[in-house]
């Protein structure tokens, strides 16, 4: 869910990233901030009915799997390994052309509206009914018990959703559609955690670097990498090159709890890419800078130090900012 109203967000805002290099958020390297960076807009409201993430060809994860599994419910023989490959475009491809879709091989709003078509509830055994079990983080048997029933009919209550325990269209789209930011699915991974992040319209991330240029690790790549569960990516100018890296779950809360709790909104400049000192802890996934605290710059009347304060408390062994060598625009907040 989290990843719908993150979806569409982030479709949007990445349209308006790409409309507009100079609405793009500047980003910052670990240690030189640009003081004329702009923070990113944020989108206006929540779709009542959750985005459907769009997977193609390339794409990984919980998602996948559950395409793979209801691919298989419907007949394909498709191995689900959360890998969307040339086997799984083939069969998405066969199922639009069964189903009188346009045939693209990619799984967007139409495919998976049809995907889903099929009620499952207690009792039913089978491939739709692990697609479900996916989605909640259970264990992945394909039998409607009472674990599975119990935990639909909990999500179902969480969302606001009739509470039947019966999984059909809208409790589908509740359960693959990306959340809306007030009722964010509880998460535990980092991936979980990523993706529950991309919900938080406060927090928006940097789509590029102020020194280094490697696009597939700046700190929006980095989130949506660990959100489709593939890690996220060092830069191959810095230290340790190209290479991927967890985001550390610590870290991903506290910034969960910056928005959630503290209500602060801050900009990501950078987590894992960028070129930092030599043992950066950034290259380990464990710290995240951020370069504007409630639209305002760092170094500009930011309030950087209760956001500071609040690192610390929430278990940060690192914090730099304004006062610290290097750190005049930004917030530097690192775990051990
Ligand atoms: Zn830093």
Redesign the pocket.
């Known amino acids: 869910m989290r990843k719908n109203a993150r979806n569409l967000l982030l479709q949007g805002l990445a349209a308006v990233l790409l409309a507009g290099g100079t609405l793009g958020a500047v980003n910052v390297t670990?240690d030189e901030a640009n003081a004329s960076a702009k923070p990113v807009p944020h989108a206006t409201h929540t779709p009542r009915i959750a985005a459907w993430p769009v997977l193609r060809t390339g794409s990984r994860g919980t998602d996948v799997l559950t395409v793979q599994h209801l691919l298989a419910a419907r007949g394909h023989a498709v191995t689900a390994d959360g890998t969307y490959g040339k086997k799984t475009a083939a069969a998405v491809s066969q199922f639009q052309k069964r189903a009188g879709l346009r045939v693209d091989g990619i799984v967007g709003a139409k495919t998976w509206a049809k995907l889903t078509a099929l009620t499952v509830r207690s009792g039913a055994r089978g491939h739709a009914v692990k697609a479900v079990q996916v989605q909640l983080d259970l264990k992945v048997d394909g039998v409607f018990g009472k674990n599975t029933a119990s935990a639909v009919s909990q999500f179902q209550k969480r969302y606001g959703l009739r509470n039947d325990g019966i999984v059909g269209p809208k409790t589908w789209n509740a359960l693959i559609g990306t959340s809306t930011p007030a009722k964010p699915k509880p998460a535990t991974s980092a991936t979980a955690l990523a993706r529950q992040l991309l919900g938080k319209r406060g927090i928006t991330y940097a789509t590029k670097h102020s020194k280094t240029v490697d696009p597939r690790s700046t700190a929006y790549r980095n989130i949506h990498d660990m959100a489709q569960g593939i890690g996220a990516a060092t830069s191959t100018n810095s230290h340790v090159g190209f290479k991927r890296v967890q985001l550390d779950p610590r870290m991903l809360k506290a910034l969960i709890t910056l928005h959630d709790k503290h209500h602060y909104r801050l900009q990501i400049s950078?987590f894992v890419g960028g070129s930092?000192s030599k043992n950066?802890r950034?290259y380990r996934g464990l710290?995240f800078?951020a370069n504007f605290i409630n639209g305002i710059h760092v170094g500009s009347g930011a309030p950087h130090k209760q956001v500071m304060k609040l690192c610390r408390d929430l278990g940060a062994t690192e914090v730099?900012g304004p006062g610290n060598k290097g750190h005049n625009t930004h917030i530097?907040c690192?775990w051990k």
């Open positions: 670990g950078e930092h950066s950034h710290s800078d730099l530097h690192a």
